[in-house]
Structure formats: structure tokens, C-alpha cells
């Protein structure tokens, strides 16, 4: 399969009543397992590259050359996708490098300069074929304009799809990034409202707090797009350690190999589950 766009699997997921699983991608091994959690579900799946892992690189480069590769041998439908990018310069490289999708992240400014700002990127990454999600402001458990308690107003979410032509909506209904306990409530009837007044699929970060029935319950109301992150964390982290732990080694491979084992099975399990498969 070729490297996809966003859009169109978000709406063909957003018609069918399911939704696309985005990981992220830190050390390739992380690509790689979700590339072969897609192959083993027959589902397609979002890379994400964030603007955190590109500074723990040094440079957008490498890790996108890497994933864009492992993207591209993968017989799913893969979108390589820049997260939380809040320097325009980032996404002009991403669309240099051929990423298929950008999130512009332009929380933490004004509200007028965002929409402006999010209104440009847009028509940039349209023009080359890219999709663009965005949100008005922080989802929680981030320093900035939202606590984690601030909830997304359907109606400006609308206003804001609509003043910026974005293809996919991050809004903030109760989840929280970072969090290590699956203890997240999310506001399914918040959910319901904004999907009935935005006409582009909506996004849920910080799902690594969020348990599998409240997962499960977001896409019925309307999800279309969730992000994973810490939660696989969590996985790479306990299977390198049991590893290590059982059978002591400086072969790298033995026991980063295992951690990308252990994400494979969750990542494919998740998949699984946001695709109600």
C-alpha cells in the first residue's frame, strides 16, 4: 500500500462508526510495530511523529526517512503524520519530506492569531495534498491556556472548522495527556454534541488515561481519530525491564526486541478494538 492522507480514512471511518488508532513514533522500533499490528489486524493506522520526539532527535529528518520507509513497506493503508507541531517551520519540512498529515498546534496563542495562523497552514498542506488537524486550545494536563478540567463549546468548535478548513478537530471532553492510570471519565454526551454540530471527525488525545469502555463509548458518540502514547510507553517500558530482569544482557536488540514485541501485541489490540473488529 502507498502512504495516505488523513482525510479520506478518517471519513471512511467517521461513515462506518469507527475510528483510526495514532501512536507514536520515538525509536523506529516503534514504527515498526505498529506496521506489523496493522498487517496482523488488516487495519490502518496513523504514525505520529511529535514535535517532542523530533527535538529528542535533533532533527525531523532521520526518524521521518525512517518511518516514512517502514510506512511504505506496509501492506495497510499508513499515514505518517507530524503531531503537536507548533513551529510553522516544522511543517513546512514535514510537507518537504513527504508526511502525510500535520497537526498545527497553535493552542497557545491568541485565539485570532490561531485561526489565522491554522487558516495558512491549511491552505499550504492542502495545496500539496496534506491534512491538517488542529484544536482551539490545550488539551489538558498541559502548561498553557487549558486546565485539565476546560471543555471544548460545540460552537466554537464549529466556527473554528469552519474559519480554517481543517480536516480532523482535537477537542478537550475529559482526557488528559501523560496520564500513566486508565482513569480517565470522558464527557461522552460533550462528545455527542460537538460531532452533531462539527462537520469534520473529531480527535481525543491524551487516551493512554482513558479505560477500553470509555474508548469504546467516544467512538460511538463520535471519535473518529485517537491518539495513544503513554499507555504504549508503559508497555515498551515493563516488557524491556521483565527482559532484562530474566535474562541480563548488553545485546540491545534482545531486549529492545522484546518492548517491540509487547507494543505490537497492544498496539494490534487496540486497533482491534477502536475498529469494533
Known amino acids: ?10 471519513a471512511e471511518a467517521r461513515t462506518a462508526g469507527r475510528a483510526l488508532a495514532a501512536f507514536n513514533v520515538i525509536q523506529i522500533e516503534h514504527a515498526e510495530a505498529y506496521a506489523a499490528a496493522a498487517e496482523r489486524s488488516s ?11 523530533v527535538r529528542y532527535h535533533g532533527s525531523l529528518r532521520p526518524i521521518a526517512a525512517a518511518t516514512l520507509a517502514i510506512a511504505q513497506a506496509c501492506s495497510q493503508p499508513v499515514v505518517v503524520h507530524l503531531d503537536h507541531a ?4 516544522l511543517v513546512d519540512e514535514a ?23 491554522t487558516r495558512r497552514v491549511v491552505d499550504q498542506c492542502h495545496a500539496a495534498g496534506i ?12 502548561d498553557g491556556v487549558h486546565a485539565p478540567g476546560v471543555r471544548t463549546d460545540p460552537g466554537d468548535a464549529a466556527r473554528f472548522v469552519a474559519e480554517t478548513g481543517v480536516d480532523a478537530l ?7 495527556h501523560a496520564m500513566t492510570e486508565r482513569s480517565a471519565v470522558l464527557d461522552i454526551d460533550l462528545i455527542a454534541a460537538i460531532a452533531a454540530q462539527v462537520p469534520m471527525p473529531l480527535v481525543l488525545h491524551g487516551s493512554s488515561g482513558v479505560p477500553d469502555d470509555g474508548l469504546v463509548s467516544a467512538v460511538a458518540a463520535g471519535m473518529t481519530k485517537v491518539n495513544i502514547a503513554t499507555h504504549l510507553n508503559q508497555v515498551w517500558t515493563v516488557a524491556m525491564v521483565r527482559r532484562l ?5 548488553v545485546d540491545t536488540r534482545k531486549y529492545i526486541g522484546a518492548a517491540r514485541d509487547a507494543v505490537t501485541d497492544e498496539a494490534e489490540r487496540l486497533l482491534r478494538l477502536l475498529a469494533n473488529t
Open 1 to 10: 500500500m502507498t502512504l495516505s492522507p488523513l482525510a479520506p480514512l478518517l
Open 43 to 53: 487495519l490502518p493506522v496513523v504514525m505520529q511523529i511529535s514535535e517532542n520526539c
Open 86 to 89: 507548533e513551529d510553522v517551520a
Open 95 to 117: 510537507v518537504r519530506l513527504g508526511l502525510t498529515s500535520v497537526m498545527f498546534d497553535g493552542s497557545k496563542l491568541s485565539d485570532d492569531a490561531n485561526r489565522e495562523t
Open 131 to 142: 491534512s491538517v488537524e488542529a484544536e482551539l486550545g490545550e488539551v489538558g494536563g498541559k
Open 170 to 176: 482535537a477537542v478537550a471532553v475529559g482526557s488528559s
Open 245 to 249: 530482569e530474566q535474562s541480563p544482557t
